[in-house]
């Protein structure tokens, strides 16, 4: 049985616990055996983003050590996965540990991802017929370099009908501490990708990363829109299994 440790993140921890036990659980139908070591915190990528690189790079040893064993890393979070996958060697260059960090980096993959370019899952849909549309976050296709994996998920599930945002790939205005320090510009962002999934007619809006969706939620929220927002792999665990 293929085995691989699960990275939980911080924001599916607080805000989508359903999203990590979904990732989980879409791991364990595909006859994956799914490790996920206690003791996990932040990646490191607010203090890195904001320059604090000697604390951004403790945070990360800490997590690299909970993840010994030369397993694939799956998480649930495009932005997290790029940060560990991508700048976490940038991160370490130069560093005693740097060859330590590299493999493990080599080691992560978001899980819409893994599911499609290494396990090639086939889904079988029992839900009720539903529009959905879907949101790119930046990190997942700029550093990842995600092309369709989640859109090819969602395009087997034959009752569900993707409609496409018109200006998919713009960002949420999320973006970490860029919402802090620039909020109206955020503001403005976010009511632009809202207007943009609303105008699709879909009842559901869909993306891998929790801070996009927490972030247009709110727009959605005070607006007092019927769009709802979902992590992809609560939406797909929804539509895959048996109630």
């Known amino acids: 049985m293929r085995e691989v440790y699960f990275y939980g993140t911080c924001l599916v921890d ?6 990590g036990m979904a990732g989980i659980q879409l791991l364990r139908q595909a006859g994956v055996k799914v490790v996920f ?3 996990q915190t932040c990646c490191g990528q607010p203090a890195f983003n904001c320059g604090y690189w000697e604390e951004a790079r403790d945070v990360a040893r800490t997590q690299v050590a909970l993840f010994p064993k030369d397993l694939p890393v799956i998480l649930p979070s495009g932005s997290c996965a790029g ?29 819409t991802q893994f599911l499609v370019d290494v ?3 086939k889904l079988k849909d029992l839900g009720e017929p539903v529009k959905v549309t879907w949101h790119s976050s930046c990190h997942a296709v700029r550093d990842l370099g ?6 090819a998920l969602i395009g087997q599930l034959s009752n569900v009908e993707l409609a496409p ?3 998919e790939h713009e960002c949420c205005g999320f973006g970490g501490t860029f919402s802090v320090r620039q909020p109206e510009l955020s503001g403005v962002m976010s009511c632009d990708k809202a207007a943009d999934a609303e105008a699709t ?6 993306s891998t990363d929790g801070g996009c969706l927490l972030n247009v939620n709110g727009t ?9 927002v979902q992590h992809i792999a609560e939406f797909l665990w929804e539509r895959t299994h048996a109630r």
């Open 14 to 19: 607080l805000f989508f616990p359903d999203a």
């Open 37 to 39: 070591p206690e003791g």
């Open 83 to 111: 940060m560990m996958k991508v700048h976490y060697p940038e991160l370490f260059h130069g560093q005693p540990d740097e060859a330590q960090v590299r493999a493990f980096s080599a080691r992560v993959y978001e899980l």
């Open 119 to 121: 396990l090639d899952v």
């Open 146 to 151: 995600l092309k369709g994996e989640p859109q």
């Open 165 to 167: 945002l018109v200006r």
């Open 201 to 206: 007619g879909a009842s559901v809006l869909l």
């Open 220 to 228: 959605l929220e005070a607006k007092q829109s019927p769009l709802r």
